[in-house]
Structures are given as C-alpha cells and as structure tokens.
C-alpha cells in the first residue's frame, strides 16, 4: 500500500502540552506532507518535507522524516484548544511520473483547555 | 486570501436521484482535483485535471460518476443515479501544477447524505 498509517487513531492532552503524531509507510516517498482537517471542513496544508530532509519548523509545529525507517512525526508544541482537529499525513512516492499524493486515515487531537 | 470555493456546503438527497457538486479553484491554479472522503477516513482522490484534461480519473466509478472542467477553470463532479454508499465528503482542491510536490489547497467540501 502506499498509503501512510497515523498512529495513535486517537490522541487527548491537555492545554500547553505537546503533542506528538507519527506516520509510517511501505514505498519509497518524494515527499511527505501533512494537513490538518478542522470537524467537518476542509484541509490546510501544514508542512511538506522532502525525502532528502530530515528536519523542518513552522512555528510551533516540527516534522521529522528517517527515510531508513520510512516513518516521520509532527510535534505540535504548547497545544492549545483551536489545535483540536485530525492530522493526516500524505504521501508523493517517488518515481517519474508519480503526482497523486495519498493519504492515511488521520490522527484525532483533542486538545482540553 | 483566495480559497477555493465549493457548493452546496450540505446536500440531502434520495437514492436513484441525481447530484451535482461545483468547485472554483484557486485563480491561476492549473490542476484541480476532487476528492471523496468517507467519515473516520482520509480523502481519496477521485480524479485530477490539468486544466482542462483529465489526467488521472482510475478512481471515478464511471457508471455514476462523471467530472468536468470545460474551460479549465471550475469543475462540476455529477453523481447519477446516487446510492447510499455515496454518503461521504467531497473534497475539491487545486494546486498551480500538477504534480504532489506542491501545495494543495482545499475547499470546504460537500457534505452528501443518500437516503
């Protein structure tokens, strides 16, 4: 498959604390993206990394990729309410020709104020 | 900010009945794409234009499902006849190229309900 797999399904913390989503996959990746989905809204592109990156910052958001365990994390630090939402990662695998970005089934925070 | 605009937001309808969902992209944006998003799942792409062709529609059911983007601008995806495994949101982004090495920017999205 080269879809990713979110893990936890499920995530509750409290506000100010820091939340941690990871994101593994089988296939050889160009990039990795993640989105965030408000309850029933569309998605906002958050943060792309590339399969050559191993490290990028927004804010208070932190993604890591290790292409050699095909996984990567997005840290949310000092969470706060509004940071409530499922978090979905999406892949590009590599390859010429390759253009549809796939996504897993998402990771949903629950951010208790 | 330019948003990608869709309509309906909502829409209820029976089953064997026909639906039409529309989406504006972003202006200038040349790659469309409409998604179908089943609740407690991610999107999955349904098919992407580049403006006005079609390059990649491997997941449209055709026997239902058509999508257009006459003037490779805004796109109508059609449902005809609706069956309640179409239940879903339906997702419609674009990007300024084809191709996932860049943004995607999401409407909204259409709720459908098939009774």
């Known amino acids: 498959s080269q879809q990713g797999e979110e893990d936890p399904q499920a995530l509750s913390i409290q506000e100010g604390e820091n939340a941690t989503m990871n994101c593994s996959y089988k296939?050889?990746?160009?990039?990795l993206q993640w989105y965030r989905q408000n309850s029933g809204r569309g998605l906002v592109h958050l943060i792309l990394?590339?399969?050559?990156?191993r490290e990028k910052h927004s804010g208070r958001l932190r993604v890591t990729l290790d292409t050699s365990k095909k996984s990567s994390s997005l840290l949310i630090t000092a969470s706060r309410a509004a940071d409530t939402a499922s978090y979905f990662c999406a892949l590009l695998p590599a390859g010429a020709g390759s253009y549809q970005l796939t996504f897993g089934k998402g990771t949903k925070l629950s951010v208790i104020p | 900010e330019a948003e990608v605009a869709q309509s309906p937001r909502y829409k209820i309808t029976e089953k064997s009945q026909a639906v039409a969902f529309w989406c504006d992209p972003i202006?200038?944006?040349?790659?469309l794409y409409w998604y179908r998003q089943i609740l407690g799942q991610g999107p999955e792409l349904l098919v992407q234009?580049?403006?006005?062709?079609?390059?990649?529609d491997s997941q449209l059911p055709k026997d239902r499902f058509s999508a257009e983007r006459l003037k490779g601008v805004d796109s109508t995806l059609k449902i005809q006849p609706a069956e309640l495994g179409d239940s879903a949101m339906y997702l419609c982004?674009?990007?300024?190229?084809?191709?996932?090495?860049?943004?995607?920017?999401f409407g909204p999205g259409t709720r459908l309900l098939v009774l």
């Open positions: 982004a674009s990007s300024l190229n084809s191709g996932g090495k860049e943004t995607q920017y």
């Open positions: 234009f580049q403006d006005e062709s079609v390059v990649d």
């Open positions: 202006s200038g944006h040349a790659t």
């Open positions: 296939t050889s990746i160009n990039n």
């Open positions: 990394i590339r399969s050559n990156e």
